[in-house]
């Protein structure tokens, strides 16, 4: 089992940064893929970014690619996602993810979840 922590939410000005952070325990964290999604309300909930286990590999959305960084570091089982020039649209709860590596991390599947953080964008 994998339980994840997550951090680093708030509210920030368009054209600001954040940078959430999400610790990891209870399993290897060298063996997981880790993903970030978001959900505003009544909306799906959305894939944002993903580093793969050995984190030489990164998946962006569209809509993020430019602007936000997904980055690890093993030695403290903590994934990192630096959002910056934040827009409104960017507004969600930020949901930090885990999966085991051998399922692959184009499937976008993930098998343990972190509590959610709110991120407010203001125009």
């Known amino acids: 089992q994998v339980r994840l922590v997550k951090s680093g939410g708030g509210l920030v000005q368009a054209g600001g940064s954040l940078r959430l952070s999400c610790a990891a325990s209870?399993?290897?964290?060298?063996?997981?893929?880790m993903g970030w999604f978001r959900q505003a309300p009544g909306k799906e909930r959305e894939f944002v970014a993903a580093?793969?286990?050995?984190?030489?590999?990164?998946d962006y959305a569209d809509s993020v690619k430019g602007r936000f960084t997904v980055s690890r570091d093993n030695f403290k089982n903590t994934a990192y996602l630096q959002m910056n020039s934040l827009k409104p649209e960017d507004t969600a709860v930020y949901y930090c993810?885990?999966?085991?590596?051998?399922?692959?991390?184009?499937?976008?599947?993930?098998?343990?979840w972190g509590q959610g953080t709110q991120v407010t964008v203001s125009s």
């Open positions: 993810a885990a999966m085991g590596a051998s399922r692959g991390m184009a499937s976008r599947k993930y098998d343990y």
């Open positions: 580093i793969g286990w050995t984190g030489r590999s990164t």
């Open positions: 209870g399993r290897a964290f060298s063996s997981l893929n």
